[in-house]
Structures are given as structure tokens and as C-alpha cells.
């Protein structure tokens, strides 16, 4: 189970300012491609998961994850999430050719088959994506992660932490972010929502 604090930055300003003052504890800047598949029928968004690749730093790795049954409270986050790397090759084969998703050895892949139902013979579509600029930020032993999120319709800012006490962390980040005058709220959608909504939250 993933548990994250998100927090949404209320625009560009907020975030070029949380970014400024985060600035002395930065650790990397990933550029994340996200695509996500599901069948014709929907299959698995029909039982509230979700299949994603994630290429970084345009092909460097490849992550394929499966998320299920996700909840956004009081903006906690909390998904089974279960992810392995691809071969960013064959991964990039599978966007142009999505049938191939059901052909690659993976554990994942193997899952989705097995309790989904989902195979060569049903067959993937790709829904689309998105793409996401992610700062991580060494901060007060906590790992920040703060996004700028480019869908079709928009530009999303969000400040995200993953901790086994959210309510703490989000206690301290609310604390923080009001101590500067960074306008934020409770993020109430996951990122592939509002990519499936079509528009901003």
C-alpha cells in the first residue's frame, strides 16, 4: 500500500516559489512520459486499477505499474501500487503496438492476465498520458516531490510525499507552506483522473 500526502499548488507562482526556497535540499529532477492501457471494454478502470508506463529522462529506464482501488482523502492518498522495470525498448515497442503488452515477459503483465482476464487475446489500447516534471527535494528526512504536470488541457502543480504517518507529514508541510504564503489546497484527484476528466480540478 502507497500512502502520500498530495498537496496542490494553487499555480506557476506557488510553485516557482516552493521550488526557490526547497532549493538548498534539492536531489534530481526526473522528466516522466506517463501512458496508461486498458482494454476496449475498459476492464480495468471498470474495477478501479490502472495500467502505466513510465519512461524517465526521456528513455533511460521504464517502469510498468499496476494501481488498484485508489482513495484521495483530506489529500492522503492511499493505492495498492505494484511496479517493475522494462526494458525501455520493448516497453516503446508497446506504446506503438499495445497487442504487444500481452506478449512481454513481466510479472505485472502476468497479474493483469491472470486477474483481469487480460491477455493477447483481448488485447490493450493506450489511453494516452501525459507528461510530468518531477523536483525531489531531501527535506527534514522526508523525500519531496514536486510537480509540474502537463496534460493536453493544462498545466497541474502538486507537492507530493510519501510517509507511513501521513497526517503528520501533512501537519508539517501545511505548517510550512503557510508559514511562506504558498497558496495550496487538498488534492481531491489522482493525476490519471483528472487525465481521464479532460480538464483541470
Same mark, same amino acid.
Given at each position: +500500500?502507497?500512502?502520500? #500526502?498530495?498537496?496542490?499548488?494553487?499555480? /506557476?507562482? /506557488?510553485?516557482?516559489?516552493?521550488?526557490?526556497? &526547497?532549493?538548498?535540499?534539492?536531489?534530481?529532477?526526473?522528466?516522466?512520459?506517463?501512458? $496508461? $492501457?486498458?482494454? %476496449?471494454?475498459?476492464?480495468?478502470?471498470?474495477? &478501479? !486499477? #490502472?495500467?502505466?508506463? *513510465?519512461?524517465?529522462?526521456?528513455?533511460?529506464?521504464?517502469?510498468? !505499474? &499496476?494501481?488498484?482501488?485508489?482513495?484521495?482523502?483530506? =489529500?492522503?492518498?492511499?493505492? /495498492?501500487?505494484?511496479?517493475?522495470?522494462?526494458?525501455?525498448?520493448?516497453?516503446?515497442?508497446?506504446?506503438?503496438?499495445? /497487442?504487444?503488452? =500481452?506478449?512481454?515477459?513481466? *510479472?505485472?503483465?502476468? *497479474? #493483469?492476465?491472470?486477474?483481469?482476464?487480460?491477455?493477447?487475446?483481448?488485447? $490493450?489500447?493506450?489511453?494516452?498520458?501525459?507528461?510530468?516534471?518531477?523536483? #525531489?527535494?531531501?527535506?527534514?528526512?522526508?523525500?519531496?516531490?514536486?510537480?509540474?504536470?502537463?496534460?493536453?488541457?493544462?498545466?497541474?502543480?502538486?507537492?507530493?510525499?510519501? !510517509?507511513?504517518? %501521513?497526517?503528520?507529514?501533512?501537519?508539517?508541510?501545511?505548517?510550512?507552506?503557510?508559514?511562506? =504564503?504558498?497558496?495550496?489546497?487538498? !488534492?481531491? +484527484?489522482?493525476?490519471?483522473?483528472?487525465?481521464?476528466?479532460?480538464?483541470?480540478?
Amino acid at each position: +500500500m502507497e500512502v502520500e #500526502v498530495k498537496l496542490r499548488l494553487q499555480d /506557476a507562482s /506557488a510553485y516557482r516559489q516552493l521550488t526557490s526556497i &526547497l532549493s538548498p535540499f534539492h536531489s534530481k529532477t526526473l522528466h516522466q512520459e506517463n501512458l $496508461f $492501457f486498458d482494454t %476496449p471494454t475498459n476492464t480495468l478502470s471498470s474495477q &478501479l !486499477s #490502472v495500467l502505466r508506463l *513510465r519512461f524517465l529522462n526521456k528513455d533511460a529506464r521504464c517502469i510498468v !505499474s &499496476l494501481k488498484s482501488k485508489p482513495t484521495l482523502v483530506d =489529500g492522503i492518498s492511499r493505492v /495498492a501500487e505494484d511496479e517493475e522495470e522494462l526494458d525501455p525498448c520493448s516497453a516503446r515497442a508497446c506504446v506503438e503496438d499495445p /497487442a504487444r503488452l =500481452g506478449k512481454i515477459e513481466s *510479472r505485472i503483465l502476468k *497479474r #493483469v492476465k491472470e486477474e483481469f482476464g487480460v491477455g493477447e487475446e483481448v488485447g $490493450f489500447v493506450c489511453l494516452g498520458g501525459f507528461e510530468n516534471k518531477r523536483e #525531489v527535494f531531501n527535506w527534514k528526512n522526508l523525500k519531496l516531490e514536486v510537480d509540474e504536470t502537463k496534460y493536453g488541457f493544462g498545466i497541474c502543480y502538486e507537492l507530493e510525499c510519501e !510517509s507511513e504517518d %501521513p497526517d503528520g507529514v501533512k501537519k508539517l508541510l501545511e505548517e510550512f507552506l503557510k508559514e511562506n =504564503g504558498i497558496g495550496y489546497s487538498y !488534492s481531491k +484527484m489522482t493525476k490519471f483522473a483528472v487525465f481521464r476528466s479532460g480538464k483541470l480540478p
